[in-house]
């Protein structure tokens, strides 16, 4: 494990590529929210706050709406680069940190940050962050608690740590989590998909 800033960067699983039958099931699911999210959003701009290897900004892409997302790790930007260039897409990789980016500059009728705030010790801050620069809605995920260390044990993987994930130190119920949204953002849209809370927000007084 290793710490950029007040990051903390733990194992990376591609779930997005996996070829586990039952983990490809999950994500599929959690895809099906994260278009409702979207859609209901009714975005035509959108940016991605940690966005690894850009997955989830090129998805937005496909969908016709402009996209631009940013991440703390260089590596990975220059993946998502390489990726959104092969594939034709016009979307624009930074180098960034969620805690210093530019709000005005990267201001976005959607701010999307999905498995990001599980690793910032301070997340109420990043959360502020995204408030600023969301205009008017976010879209936001996290592991659900205790759910989440549950099926890791079920699959024997970090039992040395009761299955909590290497970099997850935050650790939300859905409750929890929900409490955290609604001091910054009216709850649009929640959905469950099986182990995440996701939810679509809108900045009060926007």
Known sequence: MRKH??????????????RNPVARRMVGQFLVAFDRCVAASGAQQALEVGCGEGYLTMRLSRKGIRTQGFDISPSLVSD???????????????????????TREYASELVVCCEVLEHLYEPERAIRRLAE???????????REPLWRVLNIARLRYLGDFGNTPGH??????????????RHFELVL?????????????????
């Open 5 to 18: 800033g007040e990051v903390v960067v733990g194992n990376v699983f591609d779930k997005y590529g996996t």
């Open 169 to 182: 130190v935050q650790h939300w119920t859905r409750n929890q989590f929900l409490q955290l949204v609604d």
């Open 80 to 102: 998502a680069d390489r990726t959104a260039a092969s594939s034709g897409l016009d979307t624009r990789f930074t180098v960034n940190d969620i805690y210093g980016f530019d």
């Open 133 to 143: 620069a969301a205009n008017p809605h976010v879209l936001l995920s996290v592991p």
């Open 190 to 206: 929640l959905e469950l998909p099986l182990p995440w809370t996701m939810v679509l927000g809108r900045v009060r007084g926007r």
